[in-house]
């Protein structure tokens, strides 16, 4: 499968698209011909192929004028067309690298009509500099592209992902479904994957994060199912049973860190030389990396010691404490309110520790716990009255990714 490779279908048009594939290939009757008109090229909502067209890049320093001084527009012209455009948009804002085009009549004395300028890869202004000196935003249409990969873990769902053509991206939005149920920093060669994704495209491209419709994820033998469904409270994600994957608790501190050492009552300690508890969990990632409150609390330590070096302690609730060590630098202070995700610091190696890592440490009733053997319970389950449409929505899902698989096959 290459990059390239994208579906652009409509989610209705899709089921009629496989049917049309699988046709025997006869074309139908036209019933009723008509003159077809000749075709205008439109572009920013213009009649493109009626103007004389210059286009480049800005460069460094150059502002509107340096574009428009070359086509006879007087400083006055344009400080008045600055002035009738603040609304939609203020013109020191352009930005070196971005594209402009500058559309003319096609008369013996070319007349300038027109000039756009493209802010980022969705939204465009049209300038005009008729009499009627002014300004409108535009905004390119946006396809949505449906994809489904499939695949077995054999580095990390990162690298494969990689490996496979498909963008990090993806990998950060799978992350993001199973936050609360998989521990990405943790699978196992032979894991399998399989999402299906919705994305949107502009001018060829894809932009925006990539949006899991359903996926299913095998880690050491057991299925991970997720539908993605809004039941009146916004986009979430659903095992078959309705069940939400949102739990209290995020597995992990950090996206995409590794574990290096797990919770240990007997464990040798690398810097002291003997054998010490290690009562916490600690994944090691690059200086730096943010480090994410696993839930929602009050920030209740946020200090430097010897051993533990930065670190910050929350209380999730009356049951529940976690607490994260060795941190570079903290973001939170004592009594902070912090929502499930939020970054409280980065990756550091203050305090007793042989390298950048997170000792995460995780409290019940106030004593110190593996938190990868406790369970927790899920958030928001479906409601009983939109179960039926629930199940429907989880069968066109899977009849939608088959037919996308097919077709990417073909
Ligand atoms: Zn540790």
């Known amino acids: 499968m290459n990059k390239q490779g994208f579906l652009v279908v ?33 572009r920013f ?19 509107l004028s340096h574009l428009l001084d070359p086509y006879g527009i007087s400083p006055g012209q344009i400080a008045k067309l600055a002035a009738n455009s603040t609304k939609v948009y203020r013109v020191t804002s352009m930005r070196q690298g971005k594209q402009w085009w500058l559309g003319s009549s096609r ?31 535009g905004t390119y249409p946006v396809d949505t592209v449906y994809r489904r990969v499939k695949g077995v873990i054999e580095n990390s769902l990162y690298l494969d992902l990689e490996n496979m053509g498909e963008s ?35 001018n060829g491209e894809l932009v925006g994060m990539p949006e899991i419709l359903s996926s299913n994820f095998t880690h050491i033998g057991n299925e991970f199912k997720a539908y993605r469904f809004d039941q009146g409270a916004g986009v979430d994600w659903f095992d078959p049973t309705g069940a939400s994957l949102r739990k209290a608790f995020l597995k992990t501190p950090i996206e995409f860190g590794r574990m290096s050492s797990g919770f240990n009552k007997k464990r040798f300690h690398p810097v002291l030389k003997k054998v010490k508890a ?17 839930g929602a609390g009050v920030v209740t330590k946020s200090e430097y ?24 630098k903290r973001l939170v202070k004592v009594g902070d309110v912090v929502k499930q995700g939020d970054v409280i610091g980065k990756v550091g190696s203050t305090g007793l ?3 950048p890592h997170v000792c995460f440490r995780f409290w019940k009733h106030g004593e110190q716990v ?41």
């Not at 290690?278 to 696993?294: E, N, S």
């Not at 929350?314 to 607490?323: D, L, P």
Request: proline share 5%.
């Open 353 to 355: 520790a042989t390298g």
């Open 10 to 42: 409509t989610g209705l048009a899709l089921i009629l698209a496989v049917t049309q594939q699988c046709g025997s290939g006869s074309s139908n009757p036209k019933i009723f011909t008509s003159e077809p008109e000749p075709k205008q090229l439109m």
């Open 45 to 63: 909502g213009l009649i493109w192929d009626s103007l004389n067209v210059d286009s480049g890049v800005v460069k460094s320093g150059q502002t």
């Open 370 to 410: 593996d938190h990868r053997r406790e369970s927790f319970p899920p958030d928001t389950p479906i409601r009983d009255e939109m179960m039926d449409e629930f199940a429907v929505e989880v069968v066109r899902l899977e009849l939608e990714a088959d037919s996308v698989f097919r077709l990417q096959g073909l």
């Open 305 to 328: 010691k010897r051993n533990n070096g930065n670190y910050v302690k929350i209380r999730h609730n009356s049951t529940y404490e976690t607490q994260y060590l060795h941190m570079s």
């Open 168 to 202: 990090h991206l993806l990998a950060l939005s799978m992350s993001q479904v199973y936050d609360w149920t998989i521990d990405f920093s943790h699978v196992r060669k032979g894991d399998t994957f399989d999402a299906y994704y919705m994305q949107q495209k502009v």
């Open 278 to 294: 290690h009562l916490g969990t600690d994944y090691a990632a690059p200086t730096g990396t943010p480090i994410r409150a696993v």
């Open 107 to 137: 008369d013996s004395v070319p007349v300038p009509l027109w000039i756009i300028y493209e802010r980022n890869n969705t939204d465009y202004i049209v300038f005009s500099l008729k009499d009627t000196l002014g300004a409108r935003l």
